[in-house]
């Protein structure tokens, strides 16, 4: 088992930034990508950003593209999401999420969750 634990959302203007943290815990050597999902309300749970545990491969949705940046601190056990130019349609709850797929995109990939954490981009 792998526990997530994510900090750092909050409410903020658009074009702020806002960083997020996951840390991992448990059998994290069993992790092939760690990442980052959201959810607005009435949407489904959408692929923000991953990277490969070992080999520190990131991906990116397209709508994050060059706004976002996901970094792995290996030795903190703790993945980063560091979202820049933030828009009102960022608003959602994202969750780190963890597993052992190998499609970095595919929800089913990722077998452990956090618990969310808010981001709110007022207009």
């Known amino acids: 088992q792998v526990q997530l634990i994510e900090a750092g959302g909050g409410l903020v203007q658009a074009g702020d930034s806002l960083r997020l943290s996951c840390a991992a815990s448990?059998?994290?050597?069993?992790?092939?990508?760690i990442g980052w999902f959201r959810q607005a309300p009435g949407k489904e749970r959408e692929f923000v950003a991953s990277i490969r545990w070992s080999g520190n491969i990131p991906r990116y949705g397209d709508y994050v593209k060059g706004r976002f940046t996901i970094s792995l601190d290996n030795a903190k056990n703790t993945v980063y999401l560091q979202m820049n130019n933030l828009l009102p349609e960022d608003t959602a709850i994202y969750y780190c999420?963890?597993?052992?797929?190998?499609?970095?995109?595919?929800?089913?990939?990722?077998?452990?969750w956090g618990q969310g954490t808010q981001v709110s981009v007022s207009s």
């Open positions: 999420a963890a597993g052992r797929g190998v499609s970095h995109s595919y929800i089913g990939s990722y077998e452990w």
């Open positions: 448990g059998r994290t050597f069993t992790i092939y990508h």
